[in-house]
């Protein structure tokens, strides 16, 4: 089992900067992969960018692109998600997910554990 834990949720004026935080516990040797999802009310749960944890590869939904910035810092099992440029349709629960397979996956399905979601609100 792989336990998560998001922080650094807030509200923001529009055009600010939030930088999201998750710790991983447990089993982290057994993921492959990490990602950062959001959902808005009444909207399904997307995917924002992804990690590969054996490498430095990163994948960024094209509404993020140029703005977010995915890291991790292996040593401390945790990974970063920078968000600039911050606009009011950002506005979500940001949640955090781990994926015990290989191969990259853009969908809620293909993540295998979850932490429990940060708010971020961007204001007009």
């Known amino acids: 089992q792989v336990q998560l834990v998001e922080s650094g949720g807030g509200l923001v004026q529009a055009g600010g900067s939030l930088r999201l935080s998750c710790a991983a516990s447990?089993?982290?040797?057994?993921?492959?992969?990490m990602a950062w999802f959001r959902q808005a009310p009444g909207k399904d749960r997307e995917s924002v960018a992804a990690i590969r944890l054996r490498g430095d590869t990163t994948y960024y939904a094209d509404s993020v692109k140029g703005r977010f910035t995915i890291s991790r810092d292996n040593a401390k099992n945790t990974v970063f998600l920078q968000m600039n440029s911050l606009k009011p349709e950002d506005t979500a629960v940001y949640y955090c997910?781990?994926?015990?397979?290989?191969?990259?996956?853009?969908?809620?399905?293909?993540?295998?554990?979850w932490g429990q979601g940060t708010q971020v609100t961007v204001s007009f």
């Open positions: 997910a781990a994926r015990a397979r290989v191969g990259v996956a853009a969908t809620p399905s293909g993540y295998d554990y």
């Open positions: 447990g089993r982290t040797s057994s993921t492959y992969f």
